[in-house]
C-alpha cells in the first residue's frame, strides 16, 4: 500500500471568506439539538468501540431502510444515536484508523505517515515509537484514567504494525504479519469471549475491536451456509470449515488478491463493470448477512447482565469499500463509497432512536466519548465533541476533509470537491446526486476553485504542523 501522493505548491493562501457562498447546508437539525434535555455524561462508564472495516453506511439498515441486511445491527442500535451522515478522513485504513483513534486531521496524518511508513512490516519501524506517542489514542488516555484497556485486531493496517497497540493492557491480534492463519469472524468470536468474562468484573474497561471480515480480497467464508453461485466465482478450500471467495480480475483476466496499481477499471467495458458491480454487491452483501449474525452473539454477551448500564456501545467503519460503483472495485479513494461510513452510539441514559442529520466527521468520535466519561482531551486534537451540555450540538467544522493514495476531497455543506493526483476534479451536488454520478466540474468552475483553494490551504496549514512534530524528532 503506497501512502504517497503528490502536494501541489500553491503560494497565494486565499481568505476563508471567498468560500463563504458554499457553506449552506440542506441538513436539518436533530432531535437532540432541538430538544436539549438529554444529559450525556457517563463518568466511570465503559466504552466499547466494534470497527467494522468496510461497511459502507448504505448497506446498515437504520441508515438505509431498503436494506434489510443487518438485522442484529438494527436491533441492537435501534434505541442509539444514529448519525445520518459522517465522514471519514480517508478510504485507507492506515490513515483514517489512526486519524480516528487519535482525533487528527487526516492532512496532518498523512504527512506524518509519508515520513514514517514503509510498505514492507512492520509498516511503521519502532523507532518512531517516541514520535507517535506525542499524538496519544484513545487507549492511552483512558489507561492513564484507570481504565483496563483491551484490543482485538483483525488485519495489517492497524494494531500493532501501526503502533496502535500501545496503550493496551491486553493486545490479541489475527490475520496479522506472519499470522498463516485467517479464520473469518476469529476476532468477532474472541469478542465475545471477553465481554462475556468481564460481565463478571468491576473495573471499568476500554475494549477496541476491529474486524477486516468485509474485505473482499478475498472474502472467507463457512462453508456451512448457502452461497451465490456465479461462474464468475470461484470457492476455494481452505480448511475443511471455510472457503476462500476469489472473483476480481485483472486486466488480462486473471484472479487477483492483489489490488490494482490505479483506483479504477478503466479497462473495463461499461456492462463488464456493470455486471461486476452486480455481483459485487451480491457478494459483499452476503458477507455482511454472516457477519451481522455473528455481531449478533456480542450483542447478547454485552445485554447479559448489568453491562448496558454502564456501557457505551460504539459501532463504525474506518472506510467503506468501492464495490465497483464509480469503477472502484476497492476502496481508498474519495468517493462516497469509500469515505460515508456509519456511526452509532448505544448509550445508558438514551431510552429511544435519535437521529443526527448534521454533517458528522469521524474524528469526532473521541472527543465525544472523552466528554462523555469526563476525561481531558489531548491538547491540539482536530476532532471536536459533538455534544454540548444537555445534548446540545455543538461540534461545527467548517468544512469535512478527507485524503488518500490517489486522491482527496473536501465538502462544504452538500458540495464536494474531489481532487485527483493527477490533476482533474470532480465535483458533486450530494443532496441531489449522492451516488456522484454527475460531474460538474465544467458547469461551476467558480465552485472548483473556491474549494480548492481552501483545500490547498488547509493542507499547508497541516502540512506545516506534521513537519513541525517530525523536525522535533
Not at 431502510?65 to 444515536?81: A, G, L, M
Amino acid at each position: 500500500m503506497n501512502l504517497s501522493w503528490r502536494f501541489v505548491a500553491i503560494l497565494v493562501i486565499v481568505p476563508i471568506g471567498l468560500v463563504a457562498g458554499c457553506t449552506a447546508s440542506r441538513f436539518g437539525n436533530s432531535h437532540l439539538e432541538q430538544e436539549g434535555l438529554i444529559d450525556l455524561s457517563c463518568e466511570g462508564c465503559n466504552v466499547v468501540f466494534l470497527n467494522i472495516d468496510l461497511l459502507r453506511a448504505n448497506y446498515v439498515g437504520l441508515l438505509n431502510q431498503k436494506r434489510k441486511i443487518t438485522p442484529n445491527i438494527d436491533r441492537f442500535f435501534n434505541e442509539s444515536v444514529i448519525f445520518q451522515d459522517v465522514s471519514s478522513s480517508s478510504g485507507v485504513t492506515a490513515i483514517s484508523n489512526m486519524s480516528t483513534l487519535t482525533g487528527r486531521d487526516g492532512a496532518f496524518t498523512h504527512t506524518l505517515l509519508k515520513n514514517t511508513y514503509v510498505d514492507d512490516p512492520p509498516q511503521l519501524p519502532y523507532r518512531h515509537l517516541e514520535l507517535y506517542a506525542q499524538l496519544p489514542t484513545i487507549a492511552e488516555v483512558l489507561l492513564a484514567n484507570q481504565y483496563e484497556t483491551i484490543n482485538l485486531n483483525h488485519g495489517w493496517y492497524a494494531g500493532k504494525q501501526m503502533l496502535l497497540h500501545r496503550g493496551f493492557d491486553q493486545y490479541w491480534g489475527s490475520g496479522e504479519v506472519g499470522d498463516t492463519e485467517n479464520i473469518p469472524a476469529k476476532v468477532i468470536k474472541q469478542t465475545k469471549v471477553i465481554i462475556q468474562a468481564r460481565s463478571k468484573k468491576q473495573k471499568k474497561f476500554f475494549l477496541l475491536m476491529r474486524s477486516e471480515d468485509l474485505r473482499g480480497l478475498p472474502y472467507r467464508y463457512p462453508k456451512n451456509r448457502s452461497r451465490i453461485d456465479n461462474p464468475r466465482i470461484q470457492y476455494r478450500t481452505i480448511n475443511p470449515n471455510y472457503f476462500e471467495i476469489y472473483y476480481q480480475t485483472t486486466s488480462d483476466g486473471k484472479l487477483t488478491v492483489k489490488f490494482p496499481s490505479r483506483a479504477k477499471v478503466n479497462w473495463m467495458s461499461d456492462s463488464e463493470v456493470n455486471e461486476y458491480q452486480k455481483l459485487s454487491h451480491s457478494l459483499y452483501a452476503q458477507q455482511l448477512a454472516y457477519i451481522d449474525e455473528e455481531l449478533g452473539n456480542i450483542f447478547s454477551a454485552l445485554e447479559y447482565g448489568s453491562l448496558l448500564d454502564k456501557t457505551i456501545v460504539v459501532l463504525y467503519a474506518n472506510h467503506g469499500d468501492g464495490l465497483y460503483d464509480n469503477r472502484v472495485p476497492n476502496h481508498g479513494v474519495s468517493y462516497q463509497s469509500c469515505v460515508s461510513v456509519p456511526l452509532l452510539i448505544r448509550h445508558p441514559k438514551i431510552k429511544k432512536q435519535i437521529r443526527i442529520q448534521k454533517p458528522i466527521a469521524l474524528i469526532d468520535l473521541v472527543p465525544t466519548i472523552y466528554k462523555m466519561v469526563n476525561v481531558k482531551s489531548p491538547r491540539d486534537i482536530d476532532g471536536k465533541n459533538i455534544f454540548g451540555d444537555l445534548g446540545r450540538i455543538v461540534s461545527d467544522h467548517p468544512f469535512l476533509y478527507g485524503v488518500d493514495k490517489d486522491s482527496r476531497y473536501l465538502r462544504v455543506g452538500a458540495m464536494k470537491l474531489i481532487a485527483w493526483a493527477d490533476g482533474t476534479k470532480e465535483l458533486y451536488n450530494l443532496a441531489k446526486d449522492p451516488g456522484e454520478l454527475s460531474n460538474l466540474a465544467y458547469e461551476q468552475p467558480e465552485t472548483v476553485n473556491r474549494l480548492y483553494s481552501r483545500m490547498i490551504n488547509h493542507e499547508i496549514e497541516q502540512l506545516d504542523r506534521a513537519l513541525e512534530v517530525l523536525n522535533n524528532n
